[in-house]
C-alpha cells in the first residue's frame, strides 16, 4: 500500500511559468514532508522541508504547501527554469520513526524553453 | 565538505557472485541509510544505522542481502549471492540533526 503518492509521472512546463507539483499521503502519523530533487545518474538532492506545524515553507522560487485536513502537499517553483526539468519525490516522515522517509514514486518536470 | 561517497558507481556481475557495495557518509552525521530504485518498486529504504547500530532493517528483501557499519566513516551492503533481479541503483544517505538526509551518487548494479 502506497502511503505517499505522486499521481503525475509528468509534467511539462513554460519557462517563466508556474510548476505545480502534487503529493497525498495516507499515513496519519506522518508529521514531516520533504521534497527532493533527481537528475539522471545522481542521488537526490534535497529542496525544501515543511512540519506539520505550518501550511507554507518558502525558499527562493520554491514554496511548499501543506494541507493536513486533505493530507496533500504541493510543491510551486516560480518561475520555472530549464535547468529545474528533473524528478521531483515527495517524502515524508512520522515522529519516533528515527525520521525514516517514505518516498513516492517521483514526477519528471520538464521546463520547456 | 564531500559529500556522501560511494563505490563503484557501476557494478556489473555474474548471477551467483557476491557484490559489496560501499558507502562513506558525510562527517559528522549519525545516521546512514541503504536505499534501492527499480522501476518497478521505485526508492525503497532497505535498512537504516543509528550510530553505527543498524536499527530496521526490515526493507531488507532476504538474507542474501547483509549491511554492516562497522565505524561512523564506513557501511557496506552485500549481496551474496547476487540474482538478476538485485539489478537496481542502490543509494547511500547519511543525516546529522533535522530530517534532511543527503544522498550519494548511488551505485547502477547488473547483474547477467
Known amino acids: 500500500d502506497q502511503q505517499v503518492k505522486q499521481n503525475s509521472p509528468s509534467l511539462s512546463v513554460q519557462e517563466g511559468r508556474i510548476s505545480i507539483l502534487n503529493c497525498d499521503y495516507t499515513?496519519?502519523?506522518?508529521?514531516?514532508f520533504l521534497w527532493y530533487k533527481k537528475y539522471p545518474a545522481e542521488g537526490p538532492t534535497f529542496l525544501i522541508s515543511i512540519s506539520s506545524i505550518k501550511d507554507k515553507n518558502e525558499d527562493g522560487r520554491f514554496t511548499v504547501f501543506l494541507n493536513k485536513s486533505a493530507k496533500h502537499l504541493s510543491l510551486h517553483i516560480v518561475p520555472s527554469q530549464p535547468g529545474d526539468s528533473a524528478v521531483y519525490f515527495c517524502a515524508a516522515s512520522a515522529s519516533g520513526s528515527a525520521r525514516q522517509l517514505t518516498f513516492g514514486s517521483g514526477t519528471q518536470l520538464t521546463v520547456l524553453p | 565538505d564531500a559529500g556522501v561517497i560511494q563505490s563503484p558507481r557501476h557494478e556489473v556481475t555474474e548471477m551467483g557472485q557476491e557484490v559489496t557495495l560501499r558507502c562513506k557518509p558525510i562527517s559528522g552525521h549519525n545516521s546512514l541509510f541503504w536505499y534501492r530504485q527499480t522501476m518497478m518498486r521505485g526508492l525503497e529504504l532497505l535498512i537504516y544505522?543509528?550510530?553505527?547500530?543498524?536499527?530496521?532493517d526490515s526493507g531488507m528483501p532476504e538474507d542474501r542481502f547483509s549491511a554492516k557499519m562497522p565505524n561512523a566513516s564506513f557501511s557496506t551492503l552485500k549481496i551474496q549471492p547476487s540474482e538478476p533481479r538485485d539489478s537496481a541503483v542502490y543509494f547511500c544517505a547519511s543525516s546529522k540533526v533535522g530530517y534532511e538526509q543527503y544522498f550519494g551518487p548511488g551505485t547502477r548494479l547488473t547483474v547477467t
Open positions: 499515513n496519519s502519523m506522518f508529521d514531516y
Open positions: 544505522f543509528n550510530n553505527n547500530v543498524p536499527i530496521d
